[in-house]
């Protein structure tokens, strides 16, 4: 289950875009009752009352997920960095739980099981069970959430001639902290600034050109905050620009920060953001990527990224498209 | 020269929506020096030193405005009212001018001296050179405008199955007035709000879902201000849902409300406009119309609005697809 950017930069909680990688994997084997374990040696809980993949297979299972099944969840990344690990594993839990009680995956109501499952999976990792990284992750692309309440949500799937880089800061920012930064009011030009760029992020997606998505980038009314409590992050992003970025912006609530790049200059982007995180006293290790086109599911024996051979479930797709940078 | 709807709900100067009707005409006439008329009683300067049009004509062809030309311009409405009635006067003067001077109306740079005359003009009338209008009426459709320095805009032809329905109060509101009581600080899930509306919008008008752009119209950065200036305001907005539309919001600075609404229901919702209006005390007018598809361009005897027979001009378009409501 891929990981996914939310915000995009201009649009807060709104709008999310699936990475090609990293991925969590989730395998379901017969079991005498429901386990749940930890493949490796992840940063996220290994109690299934709070780890977001077991939460999410029992919220969409409900009494069901007293069914015998070994729930394996392979973290393909660590959590607290802003690129929705916590969002990937609480929907691979909601998808494979969905797999398992034979759900009609394209039915309305399956839908809706999954994303609420999920969402409860993410509120148990981090506190908020915002939906931007969850349907990123679950349905591909870039993803719109256009209504909470009644969920309503668009789903494009970007024709991008790009790369997507992504540093990420060794030391972590907990979703909470994160959240309790953001000011209560914002300047009103701010506010239209946001949303122009939203907008034409939007028309820059729409007709493929990642100049005009990368012009769009910037963020004023979560990034400016949150930056502060990252060493580093604005000689990164202005290091990531100078090297031939079409644009960077904070992943979601950080402290990662994510480039649109065009391809050959993707290597030298991630150094040059290495070297920004490191002028600031920060050390942090950089990917290039992709736009993801959403989940895997196999059945078989696969090798997924932690070398889990599993019968069924949810691979992490794409990682031919992922070098890291050392 | 087509008026038009600023802001449409959420968009704070960044959306135009381009009006069937009304609009105004400008003919050009021989003459011995440069002169500048007013068809008609209308409530705009007469003086070309201050009119949108006269202003926006001289502003295109600069010295070559003291060409030997009669400028009449016939206005299809009054001015103060938020359907950028200064916006279409400017748009007209200028592409008048664009005309006469023999430019290529396909070339960038003459679209370029065309949208800069026309902001003179819309500047000289009403204080400050915003395009939205301005844009929205002389190309049509809907308008995004993404970047003013330098100039970005991108136009969409939407395929809407609905009639906007316009009330406008008898009491204006200069937009001076109508500016200054914007705040300089909004609450930031205000922000949040106008920006998933705006692409929620955006995205309603790429699918022809006329429901869900009423459903995007409500705006938080502007129209709540402004519309405390507006007796009526609230009671008018409220009764055209109730009588059937699908979303209604102030147009442009206001005092002037638009509603999106079903064909069947535009003489309902027009009646429940005025309706609600009488509410709040205040006299009003209405009229159906549609998304107008720009200008239109005669040369000969044609019979715009004013009547008056022009040689070369610019016409309403679209008047027969306008009623007014009693």
Redesign the interface.
């Known amino acids: 289950m891929p990981y996914s950017i939310g915000n995009v930069g ?5 709008f999310g875009l699936c990475l090609a990688a990293p991925g969590d994997t989730v395998a379901l084997r017969p079991s005498d009752r429901f386990r749940f374990e930890l493949a490796g040696g992840a940063s996220v809980p290994a109690d299934p009352g709070t780890n977001a993949a077991a939460v999410a297979f029992r919220a969409v299972l409900g009494d069901a997920a007293a069914a015998p099944v070994r729930l394996t969840l392979t973290k393909g990344y660590r959590a607290g960095t802003g690129i929705g690990s916590s969002g990937a594993s609480a929907a691979a839990g909601a998808l494979a739980a969905a797999l398992h009680g034979g759900l009609d995956l394209d039915g309305e109501a399956a839908r809706a099981r999954i994303v609420a499952g999920a969402a409860a999976g993410e509120r148990a990792a981090c506190g908020t069970g915002h939906l931007d990284n969850v349907l990123a992750s679950l349905f591909g692309g870039f993803l ?4 909470v309440t009644p969920l309503r949500a ?1 789903r494009w799937d970007p024709v991008l001639p790009a790369a997507i880089v992504v540093a990420v800061p060794e030391a972590p920012l907990a979703t909470e902290r994160s959240r309790a930064v ?7 030009g ?3 600034a ?3 760029r ?3 992020l ?2 820059g997606l ?1 007709r493929g050109d990642p100049e005009a998505v990368g012009a769009h980038l910037e963020d004023r ?1 979560a990034e400016p905050y949150r930056a502060a409590l990252v060493p580093g992050f604005g000689t990164a992003r202005a290091a990531a620009l100078a090297a031939g970025a079409w644009g960077a912006a904070m992943a979601g609530g950080g402290p990662a920060i994510f480039a649109v790049t065009p391809e050959r200059w993707a290597r030298r982007v991630a150094r040059a953001l290495l070297a920004g995180f490191a002028e600031g006293g920060a050390r942090a290790e950089a990917f290039v990527t992709g736009i993801g086109a959403g989940p895997e599911l196999y059945e078989g024996d696969p090798e997924p990224a932690g070398g889990t051979a599993a019968p069924v479930g949810i691979a992490p797709p794409g990682r031919r498209r992922s070098g890291r940078i050392p």
Chains 1, 2 share one sequence.
């Not at 953001?182 to 009103?188: E, K, Q, S, T």
């Open positions: 201009p649009g807060f909680d709104r719109f959430l256009e209504s668009l953001l000011p209560g009011v914002v300047p009103h701010d506010a239209v946001n949303l122009t939203a907008v034409g939007l028309a729409l009314l």
